[in-house]
């Protein structure tokens, strides 16, 4: 089992931060696009999901499955979104994101007077500190990669 990468997009579609682990293929173009079509499949995913499932969508969407990879999504009452792409090992990672927004960003974020919110995140301690925090998963392991 392993963590590929993280992204952190702001309510508008702004990515404020991204950090990857045991991504072994690069998307080929820039990280801006790259971080555009993200937010993109997440709107359309999202879209289709609430409109066709026929079932009470009561949590929303909460992961999308590929033959390869699985992503894990999480969105604050603020509008934030966290999203994780694992292997498909990975059982649901909502609770772990639920975790680094309310004890990683509103500790080393929200509360920083340094932070200016809505901007990219440019905290050295947020960095180390989620870095670490993905490292001492229990599904994080560099060698499954």
Same mark, same amino acid.
Request: aromatic share 14%; net charge positive; glycine share 4%.
């Given at each position: 089992?392993t963590?590929h ?5 702001? #309510? ?5 931060? %991204?950090? =990857?682990?045991?991504?072994?293929? @690069?998307?080929?173009?820039?990280? @801006? =696009? =790259? ?10 995913? #999202? ?5 066709m499932?026929?079932?009470?969508? #009561? =949590?929303?969407? @909460? ?5 390869? %990879?699985? +992503? ?29 927004y309310?004890?990683? %960003? ?14 990219? +995140? @440019? ?15 229990? %599904? ?6």
């Amino acid at each position: 089992m392993t963590v590929h990468n993280l992204y952190i997009f702001d #309510r508008n579609g702004a990515c404020l931060h %991204y950090s =990857e682990w045991n991504r072994k293929k @690069q998307a080929g173009i820039s990280k @801006q =696009e =790259e971080f555009k079509l993200m937010y993109g499949m997440l709107f359309s995913i #999202r879209s289709f999901v609430s409109k066709m499932s026929p079932l009470d969508m #009561r =949590e929303g969407f @909460q992961c999308f499955q590929t033959s390869r %990879y699985k +992503l894990h999504f999480y969105e604050t009452p603020t509008g934030l979104k966290f999203i994780m792409n694992t292997d498909l090992s990975v059982p649901n990672a909502r609770e772990t994101l639920h975790q680094i927004y309310s004890t990683l %960003y509103v500790d080393y974020i929200v509360k920083n007077p340094l932070c200016c919110l809505g901007d990219p +995140l @440019q905290s050295d301690l947020f960095s180390s500190r989620l870095d670490t925090f993905i490292k001492n998963l229990p %599904y994080f392991n560099p060698r499954a990669a």
